[in-house]
């Protein structure tokens, strides 16, 4: 009787392997007006591990890998080199600041680091790839976007970062086009979501480079593409430039929004301006991931962020981490399918996230009768005001109900009486005072609810994933408060 070979590969470079082997024509990757088929990915992929392996680099040593969006062809072909080395990956996005990249060069003891520069002469460098990676070996360390303090580095084994993906040619997603468009930068989890959806789609990936929304509808109407992955803040942008009513994106299906939780008011606009697609809400972390929960936009349920693949991977609890019933207001945990993630030279910051393969996702939230997630807060956002507890994506929320409001933000600022009052920054597209905007606010929240102090601004400041930086707007209502 013949062996039956696994429909789901071990590691990465296993999937390179495979499609490379089956498809050696097709197109994988598109950036820049520059194509790679996954025969010149894969022989790429393996001159890299040479060239590494070659220069005495040993299994597990940090590889840092300095790139941007516009050179996403050549960060490819470095990860999955590096990975086939048996070595471990560290993403950085060129945007970060030189302290940022000092920080996570220092904190994963990288000693080699990979810049487009760069990436030609390991390849010419010659030398006998090692023995594959086993899934248990760990492959990547992503460190995350530090909107409230200073990143922490999330491992990853080669298991966990395949799991999900198939050799089977009938079972490859995003098969409704030859391509899907996103914009997301090196060293982001939804960026490397990108890259094995480039390794494992029928689709081809083809990445914008720095988004703009012109640039953005501008390739999807090129490329017909039929997919787009997004975050709140780019919708916000395409949205406000109507792109939708300047290029033809008749061909969009789906919506992926992540990073971030998609405002029902903006989602609404998103099925009006693009009548033909679905509207998916992802939610997940670079420390969760693979594990999600995923919906298609439902005006009955607005607000909520949907379910995981298996209800029992999703659960809400109390301070005692016991279970909580529907409806009852608590800390959110998922459950990896796969051996959950870890921080890197952090035991004591581990032990607080990860159990077992439950990670505490560091958000409030509740469940309904039907087992679909809602979200209050992140934990460290919520304001106590008073007697109150007041949930800033709600106000958020309402804020962007607003016609005239096109970003907004809710955050916590000192109050002499209530220790901690609400406040809002806001950008608005047309004049619009802040006397208005509470007397709209009132109709939707409650009077504790409603912002004392407003901040009018011409863009919010938000990190190279496009969330909004929260600290800086405190800092810049505290600024106003004293001037």
């Known amino acids: ?81 590096v990975l086939r080395a048996g070595l471990v990956a560290v993403p950085i996005s060129d945007r970060l600041a030189p302290a940022e990249v000092r920080h996570v060069l220092s904190h994963s003891g990288a000693g080699v680091v990979l810049q487009p520069a760069t990436l030609a002469g390991i ?13 248990r070996d760990l492959a990547q360390i992503l460190y995350t976007s530090g909107t409230t303090g200073v990143p922490k580095g999330v491992g990853a084994t080669h298991g966990n970062l395949a799991y999900g993906c198939t050799l089977d040619r009938r079972r490859r997603p995003l098969g409704h086009s030859a391509h899907f468009v996103h914009a997301f930068p090196v060293g982001s989890n939804a ?16 990445t914008a480079g720095t988004f703009t929304p012109g640039r953005f509808a501008k390739l999807i109407q090129r490329y017909v593409a ?25 061909a969009v299906r789906l919506i992926g929004s992540t990073a971030a939780a998609l405002p029902p008011a903006v989602a609404l606009q998103l099925t009006a301006a693009f009548p033909a697609a679905t509207v998916v809400n992802y939610y997940t972390s670079t420390e969760a991931a693979p594990a999600q929960t995923s919906m298609v936009f439902d005006p009955e349920r607005p607000a909520a962020l949907g379910r995981p693949a298996v209800a029992a991977d999703l659960m809400i609890t109390g301070p005692d981490r016991r279970p909580l019933p529907a409806g009852e207001i608590g800390d959110v945990w ?64 309402a804020l962007h109900e607003h016609p005239l409001v096109r970003e907004a933000a809710a955050v916590g600022v000192p109050h002499p009486v209530l220790g901690t009052a609400v406040a809002a920054a806001v950008v608005t597209a047309g004049p619009l005072t802040a006397p208005q905007l509470r007397a ?20 919010l400041p938000r990190n190279d994933n496009g969330k909004i930086l929260k600290r800086e707007l405190r800092q810049l209502l505290d600024d106003r408060a004293t001037q």
């Open 440 to 459: 709209f606010l009132l109709e939707r929240l409650a009077g504790h609810e409603v912002p004392g102090r407003m901040l009018f601004l011409d863009r």
């Open 1 to 81: 009787m013949t062996a039956t070979a696994p429909a789901v590969p071990a590691t990465l470079p296993d999937l390179l392997t495979s499609r490379a082997a089956t498809e050696p024509d097709r197109v994988a990757l598109v950036a820049a007006d520059q194509e790679v088929t996954f025969g010149a990915w894969h022989a790429r992929a393996e001159a890299v591990a040479a060239g590494l392996r070659g220069r005495g680099l040993a299994a597990g040593d940090r590889v840092a890998l300095h790139f941007g969006t516009a050179a996403w062809n050549d960060y490819a072909v470095a990860f999955a080199g």
């Open 191 to 206: 960026g490397q979501t990108m890259l094995v959806n480039a390794l494992n789609a029928r689709a081809a990936a083809l």
């Open 334 to 397: 998922l459950r990896s399918p796969v051996a959950a993630r870890s921080y890197y030279r952090d035991d004591q910051a581990s032990s607080d996230v990860f159990h077992g393969r439950w990670v505490r996702m560091g958000d409030v939230g509740r469940l309904d009768a039907d087992g679909y997630l809602y979200l209050l807060d992140r934990d460290s956002d919520v304001v106590k005001s008073g007697a109150h507890k007041v949930s800033t994506l709600q106000v958020e929320h």
């Open 123 to 135: 390849e010419a460098a010659g030398g006998t790839p090692p023995e594959p990676p086993q899934p």
């Open 226 to 250: 039929g997919t787009i992955f997004i975050v709140p803040a780019m919708a916000i942008e395409m949205l406000h430039a109507r792109v939708h009513t300047t290029h033809d994106l008749s």
